[in-house]
């Protein structure tokens, strides 16, 4: 005679859980001690930066931090082909020669070159 379905299922949920816990367990440790861990590095890292302020307030100094380096903002303009064709013709008096004004000049010499 064999078990009974709800025997059967309790026990597959006991094995189950027997297994999931204590790997959460210790994951769930695993990460608060990479807390702890980061927590103890920043609270180093405050106590340089106040030594370093305190360092230079004394020495009458003003404290400098290294700049981020920002990249200076570009414009982008549509390609020539989005504009109507009485902006275009204005676009390319003010503009620096593009690769559109000499691609086809250097299309037809590697032609002639053959």
Known sequence: M???KPMTFT???VVSLSALLPG???YLSARLDAIRSAERSLRAVEARLDIRMAREAREGG???FPEHCV???TTVEPPATALRPEDRHHRRDHRPAQLSDWLPQ???SLAEAR
């Open 2 to 4: 064999g078990m009974s």
């Open 11 to 13: 026990l597959a949920c």
């Open 24 to 26: 959460t367990a210790g």
């Open 62 to 64: 003003s404290v400098s």
């Open 71 to 73: 990249p200076p903002p």
């Open 106 to 108: 250097l299309v037809d």
